[in-house]
């Protein structure tokens, strides 16, 4: 555990800003996210979440700081009915003992590489956080068996100098600075790709959790064709430079950051 501009963050996360834990075997659980509510939430990609915790312990996702009164995205507050119906995957967010904020399950329509790179994004993860307090980072349980999809993670949105590229099958288990890091999911294929993301805060709970299942970053980068990387990277140029024009065209500024707030 350190300390760093008055936040607790965990070491494990220092380097790169995130670890990937033992996997999980998913296979002996029931597949609860299909049983779940859902509701349309705007994030990067074509996405529904079924929150499991929220503000107040309805179906609704919004942030926890867009509520009255605002908070940071600690206290979540678990919502019965989703939680009745999955109590595995609520027993699994409140496994580490660290405070949980908002707790939900994504689903994510298929998409390519390119799609990815636009989506990137960092979360708003410790709006209103006070000082001194725990960082708040997110776990991310892949469900389903995602086998030829994979995390993306940049320090910079459009370098691909640094870029993580972490395996997504079922049961993979990751803890990401997600404010810190850029992120989203490449996720191939026809069905859509569930995961379950939780907000913890960092503090002794959290690293004990990241210790007891060996976290670590030392894990192979999911290798991709250079050629694919570099039309992907073109493509996320091309983009981002069209909707700057949008913007630009219509005299207003532009939304930089597509946060799932
Ligand atoms: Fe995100």
Request: aromatic share 10%.
């Amino acid at each position: 555990m350190i300390q760093i501009m008055g936040y607790i963050k965990s070491a494990a996360l220092e380097k790169t800003g995130f670890v990937v834990l033992d996997s999980y075997d998913q296979e002996l659980d029931p597949q609860e996210w299909l049983d779940i509510e859902y509701n349309d939430w705007k994030s990067s990609g074509d996405t529904r979440f079924a929150p499991l915790a929220s503000f107040a312990g309805d179906i609704e996702c919004n942030g926890f700081w867009n509520h009255k009164p605002p908070r940071t995205d600690k206290d979540g507050v678990w919502i019965p009915s989703q939680v009745e119906k999955a109590p595995n995957l609520t027993r699994r967010a409140q496994e580490p003992g660290a405070n949980v904020g908002r707790c939900r399950v994504i689903e994510l329509q298929p998409n390519t590489y390119a799609d990815c790179l636009y989506n990137l994004h960092q979360d708003d993860n410790n709006r209103l956080n006070p000082d001194g307090t725990g960082w708040v980072v997110r776990g991310f349980f892949n469900l389903t068996d995602d086998k030829d999809s994979f995390f993306v993670l940049r320090e910079n949105r459009t370098d691909p100098s640094v870029e993580y590229r972490i395996a997504l099958p079922a049961g993979a288990q990751l803890i990401v600075d997600t404010q810190r890091l850029w992120h989203a999911a490449t996720h191939p294929g026809r069905e859509p790709r569930y995961c379950l993301i939780t907000s913890w805060t960092s503090g002794p709970e959290l690293d004990a959790y990241i210790e007891k299942y060996h976290g670590t970053s030392d894990v192979p980068n999911v290798e991709v064709a250079q050629d694919v990387l570099d039309a992907g990277q073109a493509e996320q140029a091309r983009r981002l430079a069209a909707r700057a024009a949008y913007y630009a065209a219509k005299g207003q500024a532009e939304v930089t950051a597509m946060s799932e707030a």
